[in-house]
């Protein structure tokens, strides 16, 4: 443990994406004795997750995404000299030792005014195909987390680590058996879990309500999460062909991730960074649909990486027409389905967030260290 006590902005508003790893590290920095400020965006689903985390500080704060669409463009202009003041004044009054982001339109502010000020500022991202803020600005950190194999060449090898993506504490696998009581499911049945990210994915909420039909037909529950917006909370009894009830539960955001993953044989889900880091922790066969507008197509690169490592499908969403035969074959298929929970198994490496934290209290300690002797050594 560090030998003082840091102050740490950690900047990850704007998608789940990018608020839950932020929860995961805050979390343990606190547990250890520093102090944390979670700079977030006015976004819904970031409103969602503060109402869950009270002992947590949150800063609401301003920002919008870059478009180059006149109204966008214009939109994202004032947003951006709105940031640049909230991070000014944020920075004065709590004097943070590092900032800590992880990427985002929410980013650029907070790094570029760190720098300026000999703050510590560390970059972590997730995904396999790093973002335009991460491209842009990781040559302005002291400290650069990328996922295992992915690099940037305008950062020096001595400023990146490896790290996976932090997940929260409550985030973990539960015994199916132990699932499937707490959520109340009776009978044989088997369990379809669909996930289209913190936003919600239409064309998967579509899908299941073709189909789900068909899966009760054949004995499947379904929980789909729709996303905010998209739908009210419901719930739709039928009969199997064997008379069993099934139930399809439609929720526009979960509290218990891993509850709901821990329940599912069987997952659909976008390829965000942060989905297939749940879905891994809780050793969840999946079949993933990368969102076809993803920046770069980082999702499609997200899926291809866990599909080759054995520990998920991949379907595209101009495939989805043969989804609903994928997921017959898989569902009912226990040999495929404990294979692909092995794969998930031995992807699992240690601990992410402890290991994040642990690296953070040497490097701000040694930083800190740098700057007081620079200071000494100039008389100040």
């Not at 009830?245 to 976008?270: H, Y």
Request: glycine share 10%; net charge positive.
């Amino acid at each position: 443990m560090a030998g003082f006590s840091q102050r740490y902005l950690i900047v990850c508003g704007g998608t789940g994406g990018h608020l839950s790893p932020g929860i995961a590290i805050a979390e343990r920095l606190i547990a250890r004795g520093h102090e944390c400020r979670l700079v977030v965006s006015r976004k819904e689903i970031d409103s969602r997750l503060r109402e869950k985390y009270t002992h947590l500080h949150f800063e609401a704060a301003p920002g919008a995404p870059l478009g180059f669409s006149p109204a966008v463009l214009a939109r994202f202009l004032i947003q951006s000299v709105l940031a640049f003041r909230f991070a000014g004044e944020l920075m004065r009054s709590f004097r943070p030792n590092a900032i800590v982001v992880f990427g985002g339109f929410m980013s650029p502010p907070y790094i570029l005014l760190a720098r300026k000020a000999g703050i510590f500022v560390a970059i972590h991202e997730s995904n396999r195909l790093p973002g335009r803020a991460v491209r842009m600005l990781a040559r302005q950190a002291d400290r650069v987390y990328l996922p295992v194999g992915v690099r940037l060449r305008q950062v020096p090898v001595s400023r990146i680590r490896c790290a996976g993506y932090p997940v929260r504490r409550e985030i973990k696998h539960i015994k199916k058996a132990d699932a499937r009581r707490k959520m109340e499911l009776k009978g044989h049945g088997r369990t379809l879990v669909i996930i289209g990210g913190s936003q919600g994915a239409r064309s998967l909420n579509q899908w299941v309500g073709q189909h789900f039909k068909e899966l009760a037909r054949e004995g499947i529950n379904v929980f789909a999460v729709t996303g905010p917006g998209k739908g009210a909370a419901s719930v739709v009894e039928l009969r199997s062909e064997q008379g069993e009830a099934v139930r399809a539960t439609f929720i526009p955001f979960s509290d218990d991730m891993g509850l709901l993953l821990s329940v599912a044989d069987l997952v659909i889900s976008r390829a965000g960074a942060g989905a297939i880091a749940e879905i891994t922790e809780c050793l969840a066969p999946a079949i993933l649909i990368p969102y076809p507008h993803a920046a770069d197509r980082h999702q499609e690169a997200n899926a291809r990486f866990l599909e080759k490592q054995g520990g998920a499908i991949v379907v595209m969403e101009s495939e989805m027409d043969r989804l609903i035969g994928e997921v017959r074959d898989l569902i009912f298929n226990d040999w495929m389905l404990n294979q692909l929970r092995s794969n998930l198994r031995a992807l699992t490496r240690g601990n992410v967030a402890e290991e994040m934290v642990r690296d953070l209290e040497r490097s701000v300690g040694l930083h800190g260290e740098r700057l007081r002797k620079q200071l000494k050594k100039a008389g100040i």
